[in-house]
C-alpha cells in the first residue's frame, strides 16, 4: 500500500517510516515548513538516509488562518487554547490527504501515539497517548489513517530507532508549539495585537489585588501568595471585564461541564450516553461522565468532579479506549 507520512525529521516519524517499510508498503514523505532552513535541512537528511521521497510544502499561510490567528484570538478572549486539535484537522491532516490523492496514495500516517483501527481511533499507550490532539479529525481523515506508534511507548520507539541506525534516535522532542519555538507565547502576541491592560484579581466577589493582563492567565494556575493563609488558584478570566477570578483548591473541581461545536467521530446520540471525559491533555483525570446534546451543545454530568475545566480547551468523550469525539469547553 502507498502512504504518505508526516514526516518532521525527528525519531517518531522516522521510526514510522522504517516501521511501514518492514511491513511492505511504499512511504512518501510530507514536510510541513513552518520552521527554518536547519529543521527542514534536518528532515531531508534524514528522509535521504532512510530512503524515502520526500515533498516539502510551505504551511506557514494555513497555519496563520488555521491556527495562529484563532489561538491569538482565543486567548485574548481569557480562553485556554491548544493549537495542536486546531491544526491537525485543518492543516496537517488536510496536506497529508491533499498529498496522497495527488500521488494516488490509499493511507495517510503519523508520529502520534495513538490507534487507528477500522475507521476508529482508541487510546495510545498511557505514558504517551495523544489520542486527546486528535479529536477534531474528521470521520474521512480517520478512515484512511495508519498510526504505526499506537502500541509503543516513547522509550521503545528511541530503542528502535537505535535498533534500526536511525542518526535522530537521541534527537530531542520537538516543542510543544511549533510556531512559538522559545516558549514565550506573551511575547508572541505582542508581537501580533495590543496587549490587555492590567486589571483586578477578585476573590469571592472582593477586589484583593491587580492583575498584569488576562492573557498572563491560564484556568488552574496558582496565584503566588496566600490569601487568609489559604493558596488560591485562578477559576475564570473575565476578559469582558478585564477580570482575573480566584478560588481556593477545592472550588476548582466541577462535575458539569458544556462544549461547543462538538465532532462526533461516530453517529450522533440520539439521546443521553454514558462515557469518560478528558478536559485537558493529562492523563489522571478520565472520570466517567453522561453526555448528551441540548441546544446545539454538548453537556456533560461527571461522575467525579474535574479539576479546572479551562474555557477553549477540549473535553473529549471516550467509551472505553475509543475516540468519540470532543468539542470545546465554554
Not at 476508529?120 to 506508534?149: F, H, I, W
Not at 511507548?153 to 530503542?159: I, L
Not at 450516553?273 to 453537556?299: D, M, Q, Y
Request: proline residues 6%; contains cysteine; aromatic residues 8%.
Amino acid at each position: 500500500m502507498k502512504i504518505v507520512l508526516g514526516f518532521s525529521g525527528g525519531v517518531d516519524s522516522a521510526v514510522c517510516a522504517r516501521l511501514l517499510r518492514q511491513q511492505g508498503h511504499e512511504v512518501h514523505g510530507l514536510y510541513l515548513d513552518n520552521a527554518g532552513a536547519r529543521e527542514r535541512a534536518d528532515a531531508i537528511g534524514t528522509a535521504a538516509f532512510i530512503g524515502i521521497p520526500l515533498t516539502v510544502i510551505d504551511v506557514k499561510a494555513a497555519l496563520e488562518e488555521k491556527v495562529c490567528r484563532p489561538f491569538a484570538e482565543a486567548y485574548l478572549r481569557g480562553e485556554t487554547p491548544n493549537p495542536c486539535v486546531l491544526c491537525n484537522p485543518a492543516v496537517k491532516f488536510k496536506s497529508l490527504l491533499a498529498l496522497a490523492d495527488e500521488l494516488g496514495a490509499e493511507a495517510v500516517a503519523t508520529g502520534h501515539y495513538a490507534r487507528a483501527e477500522n475507521g476508529a481511533l482508541y487510546k495510545g499507550r498511557p505514558a504517551n497517548d495523544q489520542s486527546y490532539m486528535l479529536c477534531r479529525l474528521t470521520r474521512e481523515q480517520v478512515s484512511r489513517l495508519v498510526l504505526p506508534l499506537g502500541a509503543y511507548e516513547k522509550t521503545q520507539v528511541r530503542a528502535l530507532a537505535e535498533d534500526f541506525g536511525l542518526p535522530v534516535a537521541h534527537k530531542p522532542d520537538s516543542m510543544e508549539i511549533c510556531f512559538i519555538p522559545d516558549k514565550d507565547y506573551i511575547g508572541w502576541l505582542g508581537r501580533r495585537t495590543a496587549l490587555p491592560p492590567p486589571g483586578d484579581f477578585v476573590f469571592h466577589g472582593e477586589v484583593i489585588g491587580r492583575h498584569e493582563g488576562v492573557h498572563r492567565y491560564t484556568v488552574g494556575q496558582r496565584r503566588p501568595g496566600l490569601v487568609d493563609g489559604r493558596k488560591v488558584y485562578v477559576s475564570r478570566i473575565d476578559a469582558a471585564n478585564n477580570r482575573v477570578e480566584l478560588a481556593l483548591w477545592e472550588e476548582l473541581f466541577k462535575t458539569e461541564v458544556t462544549a461547543r461545536d462538538f465532532n462526533w467521530l461516530i453517529d450522533e446520540p440520539a439521546g443521553p450516553i454514558r462515557a469518560t471525559v478528558r478536559v485537558r491533555h493529562s492523563k489522571w483525570e478520565n472520570p466517567p461522565c453522561t453526555a448528551w446534546t441540548e441546544g446545539g451543545l454538548v453537556k456533560l454530568r461527571c461522575d467525579e468532579p474535574v479539576r479546572a475545566p479551562a474555557a477553549g480547551q477540549s473535553a473529549v468523550l471516550y467509551d472505553g479506549e475509543r475516540l468519540l469525539g470532543g468539542g470545546f469547553i465554554v
